[in-house]
């Protein structure tokens, strides 16, 4: 705004305004409202709106480096909120990148911590009615933690972090590891129905289905990593996660 009294700009509220600190909030607005910039823009016609705007470094680009700036954000707009005695009528929305973004990877994970032991419990119960073996049931559940702690791990040397695409990963990989360890189960206790021991079931369940299982989540991990012929960087980074995670949990369940 224009200070009425030098006639140069100077914000109208914080540090470095120029204004009188003895001058009341309302007319501070007043002055953002009827000023050039902030008619229909900063301060709403009737004056019981306005927009706060916070500059974020380009440079910080993933949810670690943002989610910090956000809550300082936040707490700095809560702490002025709070001098006014908590009143109901001054409250305060959060918008753009940072706050989405924050927004929608704490939800996304809410929701993961939610599904992820109902997907677990399903394919458990499923296990049992199929296989009726705890050790068929174990197997598979130990597969996919370790599957899934390998994947993070991948993604933690890579230097990266989750976003709002790769938070899904641990969902797709658990069927990728039941799906692989549910045709080498079966098999084996095919082959033992057979009349074979331990060793030769086991000898045949890797001839037969290994290389099928191979081709299979080599295919898929080929899928998965197609996407970085997209235009979004975030989609090179699920496809590529996401392809190193299915022939990690290959790896992991067949092993």
Same mark, same amino acid.
């Given at each position: 705004?224009i200070?009425?009294?030098?006639g140069?700009?100077?914000?109208a ?7 009188p ?12 409202r ?11 016609a009737d004056?019981r ?5 916070g500059?974020?470094d ?11 700036p956000?809550e300082?954000?936040?707490?700095? &707009?809560?702490?002025?909120? @709070?001098? *006014?005695?908590? %009143?109901p009528?001054? +409250?305060?929305?959060?918008a !753009?990148?940072?706050f #989405? ?5 704490d ?5 993961l911590?939610?599904?992820a ?9 499923l ?13 598979p559940?130990?597969a996919i933690?370790?599957?899934l702690?390998?994947?993070a791990g991948?993604v933690?040397?890579?230097g ?7 938070v ?5 990989l658990?069927? &990728?590891?039941v799906?692989? @360890?549910? *045709?080498l189960? %079966?098999?084996?206790? +095919?082959?033992?129905?057979? !009349?074979?021991?331990? #060793?030769e079931a086991?000898r045949v369940t890797i ?7 191979f081709v299979?989540n ?6 998965f990593?197609?996407?970085v ?5 975030i ?5 590529l ?6 022939m ?7 092993t």
């Amino acid at each position: 705004i224009i200070d009425p009294a030098t006639g140069a700009p100077t914000p109208a509220f914080g540090p470095r305004s120029t204004l009188p600190a003895s001058l009341p909030t309302g007319e501070r607005v007043g002055l953002a409202r009827d000023g050039g910039l902030g008619t229909q823009f900063l301060v709403s016609a009737d004056g019981r709106t306005m927009i706060v705007v916070g500059a974020l470094d380009p440079q910080l680009d993933s949810y670690e480096e943002v989610v910090g700036p956000a809550e300082r954000f936040r707490a700095v &707009v809560d702490e002025r909120l @709070a001098a *006014h005695d908590g %009143d109901p009528a001054v +409250r305060a929305e959060y918008a !753009g990148v940072a706050f #989405t973004r924050v927004a929608a990877i704490d939800q996304m994970q809410s929701d993961l911590l939610a599904l992820a032991p109902v997907a677990t419990l399903i394919m458990a119960v499923l296990l049992a009615l199929f296989f009726r073996r705890p050790l068929a049931v174990l197997a598979p559940l130990v597969a996919i933690g370790l599957s899934l702690v390998a994947t993070a791990g991948v993604v933690g040397l890579a230097g990266d972090d989750l976003n709002q695409v790769t938070v899904i990963y641990p969902i797709l990989l658990m069927g &990728v590891v039941v799906a692989s @360890a549910t *045709h080498l189960i %079966d098999r084996y206790y +095919r082959e033992r129905a057979a !009349g074979r021991d331990p #060793t030769e079931a086991t000898r045949v369940t890797i001839e037969r289905v290994l290389p099928g299982a191979f081709v299979a989540n080599v295919t898929t991990a080929i899928g998965f990593a197609s996407l970085v012929t997209g235009s979004m960087q975030i989609l090179h980074e699920f496809g590529l996660y996401l392809a190193a995670g299915v022939m990690l949990a290959w790896a992991v369940g067949t092993t």
